[in-house]
Nanobody, 119 residues
Framework: QVQLVESGGGLVQSGGSLRLTCAAS????????MGWSRQAPGKEHTFIAA????????DYADSVKGRFTISRDNAKNTVYLQMNSLKPEDTAVYYC????????????WGQGTQVTVSS
């Protein structure tokens, strides 16, 4: 099993920045592909960023590309989501996600952290 705990959410003004942190445990962190997804009220759940096991490959949804950066520190069993130039439409609950390798789904979730961007 993999346990994921997010932190770093909060209220920020439009144009501001936040950094989300996700601490993982229960499995060798460097064996996990990691990601972030989000869900806003009344909208579908969207996967927004992913990073490979060694951090060498990243991928982003078009809605956050150029503004958000996913990174990881395998020594600290932690993945980050740096969010810059935040917009009100980024308001959502953000979830840390993990999968045990290619061919598997991102079946492990954290409890979520609320990000609210005011206009």
């Amino acid at each position: 099993q993999v346990q994921l705990v997010e932190s770093g959410g909060g209220l920020v003004q439009s144009g501001g920045s936040l950094r989300l942190t996700c601490a993982a445990s229960g499995r060798t962190f460097s064996s996990l592909d990691m990601g972030w997804s989000r869900q806003a009220p009344g909208k579908e759940h969207t996967f927004i960023a992913a990073i490979s096991q060694n951090g060498g490959s990243t991928d982003y949804a078009d809605s956050v590309k150029g503004r958000f950066t996913i990174s990881r520190d395998n020594a600290k069993n932690t993945v980050y989501l740096q969010m810059n130039s935040l917009k009100p439409e980024d308001t959502a609950v953000y979830y840390c996600r993990a999968r045990i390798g290619a061919g598997y789904g991102y079946d492990y979730w954290g409890q979520g952290t609320q990000v609210t961007v005011s206009s």
